[in-house]
């Protein structure tokens, strides 16, 4: 069992930046994919940004790259998303997500490939 806890959300306005804190406890954490996903009011879930357990590879959504930056500090059992240049359709709660991944498997984007989930942080930019 992996327990995720999710921190850095917040209020920001447009053009600002904030850092996303998931806090994982529970199993070896440097053997999980990470994954952070959104989902806005009235909308569906959607893919934001995932990182590899062992080559540290990313993957971003279209709609953050280069704006977004995830990372992993594997020795503080957390993964972190940089957001700059945040936009009026950055609002969303975040969640971050676990899956163990060694050896990597496909479907890194995919929510429904992920195990473990977070409780979200509300994400708010003002235009």
């Known amino acids: 069992q992996v327990q995720l806890g999710e921190s850095g959300g917040g209020l920001v306005q447009a053009g600002g930046s904030l850092r996303l804190s998931c806090a994982a406890s529970?199993?070896?954490?440097?053997?999980?994919?990470m994954g952070w996903f959104r989902q806005a009011p009235g909308k569906e879930r959607e893919f934001v940004a995932a990182i590899r357990c062992r080559d540290g590879s990313t993957y971003y959504a279209d709609s953050v790259k280069d704006r977004f930056t995830i990372s992993r500090d594997n020795a503080k059992n957390t993964v972190y998303l940089q957001m700059n240049s945040l936009k009026a359709e950055d609002t969303a709660v975040y969640y971050c997500a676990a899956r163990y991944d060694y050896p990597p498997r496909p479907d890194v984007k995919t929510g429904g490939r992920y195990d473990y989930w977070g409780q979200g942080t509300q994400v708010t930019v003002s235009s």
């Open positions: 529970g199993r070896t954490f440097s053997n999980y994919a």
